[in-house]
């Protein structure tokens, strides 16, 4: 692109709307406009300039406001759309029967909500690109302004010419019989204002506030950064967000850190004492009744050992710890937090079978409900197969009994019990409340 030179004598750069070096409007809109846009000092934008190659088309997309606004629009729609049922970090399924999850409880809105990746949407693929695209075009478009509005400031002159100053949104002439005692007492006013003065050749220039015009692009450097930290999340390895579920007594690995496993040794909740609660919550406490003042977890971390042999589980202790709401267990780089509780959670039942006629007992069984077995063998050769499980049991579709989820909030089995007597066996439909 050539320059454009100006009456001054001054080689400006292409698409420049202002000389640099006098202030006279160089495009026929500026010179036409009574009013001069001032936002970049009349400096050339790199969207105003280039519009030729692909490279060019792609950064002038990006670098528009209006674009802008419809990926935030984009993204804010999304957002909402996502919410409407619960993400996958809240569906208490495992990841094989999520798509029947939703098929069940929201029918053909859940499918298609699945299918098209809400259920999951932070994580999904489409909505990376949306936050991509908009952190790309945040950048282009700061870039596109902040660039000229650097040069412009950086290479600001004190003494315009006329058709500049006549074109600013406040202009006067006036007149004194002695122009350079007039021009010191404004400069030593305009420092007592605390403006940034200065003397060019009979001309003055007063700023103040000049760091207010770089607001926006301080946002914008913000809003980049958090979202590039959004887009780090999706780097596998970089960031780990996960939920485990731990009874007391029990030992699991941690998702995410297979070599590390932890035990919960013991769950306490303290409740504020009538006097406690009255100081504090007030009348509150005779609507909700008693208020939980803590609860925590107290766990011990264990490592697999090092150069151990497939299969083998012998591990070190870390460390005790007890974990409370915002005080979480940090080791490795990981941290666990007490996000939530259940009381009185179901985790086994214990079974009788008895032979109805003779009310004769062949021994108890104990059914672990997150893992129970499949054959459980009694006294006098007697045995229960298990040959149904549904730990949240929702009724009966098409001539089957569902579970609304792995949980075993409400469990349900199908038995065939047999014995020597009667080794065609019996099956039965066990339900709590139903049978």
């Known amino acids: 692109m050539s320059k454009i030179k100006c009456q001054c004598g001054h080689e400006n750069p292409f698409g420049i709307v202002l000389c640099e070096q006098c202030g006279r409007p160089m495009t026929e809109e500026a010179k036409k406009a009574d009013v001069v846009d001032m936002r970049y000092e009349g400096s050339a934008r790199r969207s105003q300039t280039y519009k030729r190659s692909i490279i060019d088309k ?7 406001v209006k ?18 049922f619960p993400q996958k970090f809240y569906v208490p399924v495992r990841e094989e029967e999520m798509l029947a999850y939703y098929e069940r409880l929201y029918g053909f809105i859940g499918t298609l909500y699945y299918k ?35 040069k412009s400031l950086k290479k600001q002159r004190t003494k315009r010419h006329t058709s ?5 949104r406040v202009y006067g002439i006036g007149s004194s019989e002695n122009p350079d005692l007039a021009l010191t007492k404004a400069e030593e006013k305009l420092k007592e204002m605390k403006y940034n003065v200065k003397m060019e050749d009979g001309a003055i220039l007063a700023e103040k506030g000049r760091f207010s015009r770089w607001g926006p692009y301080v946002n914008h450097t913000g809003l980049i950064i958090f979202l590039f930290g959004i887009l780090l ?18 030992l699991r690995s941690i998702p995410g850190a297979p070599e590390f496993y932890l035990k919960s040794n013991d769950f306490s909740m303290e ?20 208020i939980v003042k803590n609860y925590q977890t107290d766990v011990t971390l264990y490592k697999l050992k090092e150069d151990l042999l497939p299969g083998s589980t012998d591990m070190d202790l870390v460390k005790d710890y007890s974990i409370i709401v915002n005080k979480p267990l940090k080791f490795d780089g990981y941290s666990i937090f007490q996000m939530d509780y259940r009381l009185n959670e179901l985790k086994s039942m214990t079974m009788q079978l008895v032979e109805k006629k003779t009310n004769k ?26 040959i149904g499980y549904y730990a949240d049991y929702d009724g009966v579709e098409n001539g089957e009994p569902v579970s609304k989820s792995p949980i ?25 409340r139903q049978t």
Not at 58 to 64: A, D, E, G, K, L
Not at 126 to 146: E, Q
Not at 276 to 289: I, N, W
Not at 415 to 425: A, H, I, N, S, V
């Open 58 to 64: 792609i950064w002038n997309f990006f670098s528009s």
């Open 271 to 290: 409740y504020y004492t009538k006097e406690e609660a009255s100081e504090v919550f007030g009348d509150a406490l005779d609507r909700v009744g008693t």
């Open 408 to 432: 075993p909030n409400n469990p349900a089995f199908i038995f065939d019990m047999k014995t020597l007597e009667k080794p065609q066996g019996e099956k039965s439909f066990v339900a709590i």
């Open 116 to 150: 098209l990746g809400f259920y999951d949407m932070y994580n999904s693929w489409w909505f990376k690109i949306l936050i991509g695209m908009l952190g790309t075009s945040i950048i282009i478009a700061s870039v596109d302004r902040v660039i000229p509005l650097y």
């Open 164 to 168: 500049f100053m006549k074109r600013q």
């Open 361 to 386: 007992s062949f021994g108890e069984f104990t059914i672990d409900l997150d893992d129970p077995e499949g054959v459980y063998k009694l006294n006098d050769g007697a045995q229960v197969n298990l």
């Open 233 to 250: 999340r999706g780097i596998p390895g970089f960031y780990v967000d996960e939920t485990m579920w731990i009874r007391e007594g029990e």
């Open 67 to 84: 674009i802008g606004v419809s990926i935030i629009v984009a993204v804010l729609a999304t957002s909402a759309i996502g919410t409407l």
